[in-house]
């Protein structure tokens, strides 16, 4: 009688013998109390998660033609852009907004609450321009005097290509939003950190397996 050895499913050795049944058929599984090692992915970067989708090969048939795509490569050169975080507090109601009425402190809470305003992004970019006409000392590179030109995103974030002259500043100015009568807005900046956007080079070319996230936002609003 021939047989063959091979592995079981329960990961022992087994011997397979000719037959159905009986002693002699069947399987004998050696080791079937063996403790199987459940299997755990590897979590670590690939380098391949790095590498895009090539093309196969070119056609050799057929006639050339001229295509106009939507996209175009960019390189971008060493180029460190400074990350900052701007928020703005404004103190005036909403239009027809009412004042809480009501006596005990339940209704001064929903007053005192009701009176600090979330500006809109036309807004913001309002409130961003008088506070860089306000502070232009703010706004000037204190190694090579330049006056710098941020890019804002209508948000709570903007990016210069020089130092500001603090890295955290702190204002109140009026500013007459919309044509209204000019209200108190609070404007608070802070230096976040130094963004390389060479990095996305280095992504795209395959020697970094770090998607470059910040740079990409960065370069997406710079554009």
Do not use: W
């Amino acid at each position: 009688m021939s047989s063959k050895k091979g592995y079981s499913q329960s990961g022992g050795y087994r011997r397979d013998g000719g037959g159905g049944g009986g002693r002699g058929g069947g399987d004998k599984c050696f080791n079937c109390n063996k403790t199987e090692t459940p299997y755990i992915p590897d979590e670590r970067p690939s380098r391949a998660s790095a590498q895009f989708v090539r093309r196969p090969d070119t056609g050799t048939k057929g006639m050339r033609i001229e295509l106009i795509a939507n996209h175009f490569r960019l390189l971008i050169k060493d180029i460190v852009v400074n990350h900052y975080h701007v928020e703005f507090e404004c103190g005036a109601r909403t239009l027809g907004q009412a004042v809480a009425s009501g006596g005990g402190d339940a209704g001064a809470d929903r007053e005192s609450k009701n009176k600090v305003r979330k500006l809109r992004q036309k807004e913001n970019r309002q409130v961003f321009r008088e506070f860089m006409s306000n502070q232009p000392q703010l706004f000037r590179d204190p190694q090579t005097g330049d006056q710098l030109l941020p890019v804002f995103d209508g948000n709570s974030n903007f990016y210069t290509k020089g130092r500001l002259s603090q890295d955290e500043n702190t204002c109140t100015i009026q500013v007459a939003i919309d044509g209204s009568n000019p209200v108190n807005v609070k404007v608070t900046i802070k230096f976040t950190q130094p963004i390389d956007l060479s990095s996305i080079n280095l992504y795209y070319d395959g020697q970094s397996d770090t998607v470059p996230r910040e740079a990409m936002q960065a370069l997406d609003i710079i554009l």
